[in-house]
């Protein structure tokens, strides 16, 4: 726990304030993106894997 020899003005209060707010808007923010972006990043990731084992696939054959 903190304790703080003076209390803080409304200023440092307003600021305090709006700095979490902005950090929570930010991840936020970020965590929609991030899970927006799923499907075609799994997508993207299942043709490499799907190519390279074709490809694999086919050295060994040959």
Same mark, same amino acid.
């Given at each position: ?7 803080? /003005?409304?200023? !440092?209060?307003?600021?305090? *304030?709006? +700095?979490?707010?902005? +950090?929570? /808007?930010?991840?936020?923010? +970020? ?6 972006? *799923?499907?075609? !990043? !799994? ?14 696939? !086919?050295?060994?054959?040959?």
């Amino acid at each position: 726990m903190v304790f703080w020899s003076f209390p803080p /003005t409304s200023k !440092q209060l307003k600021l305090t *304030i709006f +700095g979490i707010a902005a +950090g929570v /808007t930010l991840i936020t923010a +970020g965590a929609y993106l991030s899970f927006s972006n *799923i499907v075609p !990043q !799994q997508v993207r990731a299942k043709a490499r894997k799907d190519y390279i084992k074709a490809r694999l696939k !086919q050295l060994v054959e040959d």
